[in-house]
Nanobody, 116 residues
Framework: QVQLVESGGGLVQPGGSLRLSCAAS????????MGWYRQAPGKQRELVAT???????NHADSVKGRFTISRDNAKNTVYLQMNSLKPEDTAVYHC??????????WGQGTQVTVSS
C-alpha cells in the first residue's frame, strides 16, 4: 500500500503559477513511476504528466511548455510546477503512484482554480 498526500492547490489568477507537491509513503519511492492527473467538473480524469523511476518525463500537449513534473527521491516527493495558468486548467489534481505496471495508487486530490 502506498499513501499519497497532495498539497499546493489553491486559487490563482490567469497567468499565475502554482507548485503542487505529492508526498508518498514507503521506502521504495525511487522505483515508482509517478504521475499527475486532473479532473474538471463533468469531465473524465486526464493525464497531465508522468515521470519514470529514471526521470524520463512526459507531458500532455495541453500543458507542454507551461507545466513541469519533477521528483525528489530523497524526500519521497513528486512536484508539478504550473506556470502561465489558464482558466481551463481548473480541476482537481490527483497524484498517482505505480510501484509496478499492475499496481496503482491515488491521492485524494488538491483543487486548483484559475480565475480572475
Amino acid at each position: 500500500q502506498v499513501q499519497l498526500v497532495e498539497s499546493g492547490g489553491g486559487l490563482v489568477q490567469p497567468g499565475g503559477s502554482l507548485r503542487l507537491s505529492c508526498a508518498a509513503s514507503g521506502s521504495r519511492f525511487s522505483f515508482y513511476a509517478m504521475g499527475w492527473y486532473r479532473q474538471a467538473p463533468g469531465k473524465q480524469r486526464e493525464l497531465v504528466a508522468t515521470i519514470t523511476s529514471s526521470g524520463t518525463t512526459n507531458h500532455a500537449d495541453s500543458v507542454k511548455g507551461r507545466f513541469t513534473i519533477s521528483r525528489d527521491n530523497a524526500k519521497n516527493t513528486v512536484y508539478l510546477q504550473m506556470n502561465s495558468l489558464k482558466p481551463e486548467d481548473t480541476a482537481v489534481y490527483h497524484c498517482n503512484a505505480r510501484p509496478t505496471p499492475v499496481m496503482s495508487f491515488w491521492g485524494q486530490g488538491t483543487q486548483v482554480t484559475v480565475s480572475s
